[in-house]
């Protein structure tokens, strides 16, 4: 099993910043893709930004040259730092991980959501 704990939510102004984090323990192999969604009212969960175990990032578009992802391998965390905020980006934010277990299997974890809210 694994387990996640994020932090970093919370309220903030228009173009102000906020840093997430989500911290992964138990029973892992190696943590291949560990990252962040999101999901407005009545739509689908959408990535936000994940990286890969040698770095390779995705980001949406609408948070690309504002958001960036950065993870410790060591830590099995993963960091979010959110630049230029915006009211739009007000929503709940998912922790998600893709890792291999020590068992040998390949699993998917969510984590419970941490608030972040725009003012503006």
């Known amino acids: 099993q694994v387990q996640l704990v994020e932090s970093g939510g919370g309220l903030v102004q228009a173009g102000g910043s906020l840093r997430l984090s989500c911290a992964a323990s138990?029973?892992?192999?190696?943590?291949?893709?560990i990252g962040w969604y999101r999901q407005f009212p009545g739509e689908q969960r959408e990535l936000v930004a994940t990286?890969?175990?040698?770095?390779?990032?995705r980001y949406a578009d609408s948070v690309k040259g504002r958001f960036t992802i950065s993870r410790d391998n060591a830590k099995n965390t993963v960091y979010l730092q959110m630049d230029s905020l915006e009211p739009e980006d007000t929503v709940v934010y998912y922790c998600?991980?893709?890792?291999?277990?020590?068992?040998?299997?390949?699993?998917?974890?969510w984590g419970q959501g941490t608030q972040v809210t725009v003012s503006s």
């Open positions: 138990g029973s892992i192999f190696r943590i291949n893709v």
């Open positions: 990286i890969t175990y040698n770095n390779s990032t």
């Open positions: 998600y991980v893709n890792a291999n277990t020590n068992r040998g299997l390949n699993e998917e974890y």
